[in-house]
């Protein structure tokens, strides 16, 4: 794996191409991230980059990484993440990653939770379809049978049922990248994030 890089979702819009068609893309304000720390072989016995993004106020912070940040005199960060690297030859601790390190045509892959939409039904969360809802019908959005009778006299792990919906880490793979923003540190990816705007994001 590659270095990635955080940022923050902006929101969506389309830019036409050269043949006129109508691209949905999404923003992203990706960066300017910091490496905060480099594990090695031989100390922690993987290589991995710790990145940090968006500076925060020191009374936001815990003790813990306060102390982590400021014993390589680096600011507050407000998100760390790790990724895992083949080599750390050519990379130093304080070393800035922004928007230049991709490329437009590159294919990345996305990271970030998904929007919340609470306790769900069956229709809603696995898509199923209704009862009749003819009169006499006493089955309209119920979730109809969920297991055989006195063999095995359970419900089996697993079954699609009503429950939370939403709100869990997600990763949306190969998304093209249509447009480089370096002043803005913007990164224009075509399709749709996980997310709604504001929401942290992990490119890679």
């Not at 191409?17 to 090695?40: H, L, N, R």
């Not at 993004?53 to 815990?62: F, I, R």
């Not at 769900?120 to 006499?136: C, D, Q, W």
């Amino acid at each position: 794996m590659t270095i990635g890089i955080l940022g923050t979702k902006v929101g969506m819009t389309q830019i036409f191409d050269e043949s006129g068609f109508a691209v949905p893309v999404t923003v992203i304000k990706a960066g300017p991230c910091v490496i905060t720390q480099i594990k090695k072989n031989e100390n922690e016995g993987y290589n991995a980059v710790q990145i940090g993004y968006a500076e925060s106020s020191p009374q936001k912070m815990t003790k813990p990484r306060l102390g982590h940040l400021t014993k390589s005199n680096l600011p507050p960060l407000k998100h760390l993440k790790e990724y895992r690297v083949t080599s750390t030859n050519s990379l130093t601790v304080s070393q800035k990653i922004n928007v230049d390190s991709f490329k437009i045509g590159q294919v990345v892959n996305v990271s970030g939770t998904t929007i919340g939409k609470g306790f769900a039904g069956t229709i809603k969360r696995y898509s199923f379809t209704r009862g009749p809802m003819t009169h006499g019908s006493k089955n309209h959005r119920e979730p109809g049978s969920i297991g055989q009778g006195s063999t095995p006299a359970k419900v089996h792990k697993g079954k699609k049922m009503a429950g939370r919906l939403g709100g869990s880490k997600t990763t949306i793979k190969n998304l093209e990248v249509i447009y480089i923003n370096s002043s803005d540190n913007l990164l224009v990816i075509k399709g749709s994030v996980p997310g709604k705007s504001g929401n942290l994001l992990s490119i890679s």
